[in-house]
């Protein structure tokens, strides 16, 4: 395997998204996934029923120990759930690993919409985190949040986009999927300009862990030594095939097909 990458996030008990999703995605694209859980959740694809943090020294630990050892070619950050946790890792961060590429995906609410970032924790996350990371990667909802915008246009984005990049992400890639049309938009924003990604919308429900995986995909490719926009553009192609690829599981948004690979698209 090429590329060490440290996932600090939460758990999917059903693996559809966080660490479960991480973890498939990383290994899938060719890299070797280490982990520092943040928080378990009761999560089916209906919903967060439940959600247990681990104590914040234990995450730091976690961290510490696969840094030192094991090291990383990359990190991404999903799940962080509350202040205490934010600040702890971005210090780590700090520490440990202050040259090593850095995904972090504002993980806010999951797709049932319920809450997984309480409020409390968005300050930190745009003061501690979001000025370490290579890339952010929000969603609509979430780059609202981050910018106090409301989003439904171009132009909207565009200045959304710039407010992220104003944050201190070096790159910040604004996901397009929760706005309405036929083609989903995904925007680029960084030192080189504005880059757009486009891909046909597909009508199903089957998308739970969609942001986790995309984030941990891009996060490998830099690991594996892409620039940016390639690991982008290599990782949405993995994440659209995995919803074609959809298995149809559970009542509500079912999960991906992670297991697919580089060779099948």
Same mark, same amino acid.
């Given at each position: ?6 996932? $600090? ?7 559809? =998204?966080?660490?479960?999703?991480? +973890?498939?995605? $990383? ?22 029923? &439940? ?10 630990? !976690?961290?510490?120990?696969?840094? =030192? ?15 205490? +946790? ?17 995904? $972090? ?45 409301? +989003? ?24 397009? &999927? ?9 925007? /680029?924003?960084?030192?080189? &300009?504005? !880059? ?25 490719? /830099? ?15 993995? $994440?659209?095939?995995? +919803? ?14 992670? &297991? ?6």
């Amino acid at each position: 395997m090429k590329g060490r990458v440290l996932i $600090v996030a939460g758990s999917d008990s059903g693996g559809g =998204a966080g660490i479960q999703a991480d +973890i498939k995605s $990383v290994t899938a694209l060719g890299g070797y996934a280490a982990t520092a859980i943040t928080a378990l959740t009761a999560q089916d694809t209906r919903g967060v029923h &439940g959600v247990h943090e681990v104590p914040v020294a234990f995450v730091v630990q !976690q961290m510490e120990v696969v840094l =030192a050892d094991l090291g990383a070619d990359a990190i991404k950050t999903g799940m962080l759930h509350a202040p205490a +946790i934010v600040e702890a890792v971005a210090g780590v961060l700090r520490r440990r690993a202050a040259h090593v590429p850095l995904v $972090v995906d504002p993980v806010m609410t999951a797709k049932s919409g319920d809450a997984l970032l309480v409020p409390a924790a968005e300050d930190a996350l745009r003061r501690t985190l979001i000025p370490l990371a290579t890339l952010i990667t929000p969603n609509t909802p979430e780059a609202e949040r981050l910018t106090g915008l409301r +989003i439904g246009n171009d132009a909207d984005v565009a200045e959304a986009g710039r407010r992220c990049l104003a944050l201190g992400a070096r790159y910040a890639l604004l996901k397009g &999927g929760h706005l309405s049309g036929l083609t989903v938009r995904d925007v /680029l924003f960084g030192p080189n &300009g504005v !880059q757009a990604f486009e891909s046909p919308r597909i009508d199903t429900k089957h998308t739970h862990g969609t942001g986790c995986t995309l984030a941990s995909a891009i996060a490998t490719g /830099l690991a594996q030594g892409l620039d940016v926009p390639a690991a982008v553009a290599r990782a949405r192609r993995y $994440v659209l095939e995995a +919803i074609r690829r959809a298995p149809g599981y559970g009542a509500g948004h079912g999960p991906l097909d992670h &297991g697919h690979t580089v060779g099948d698209f």
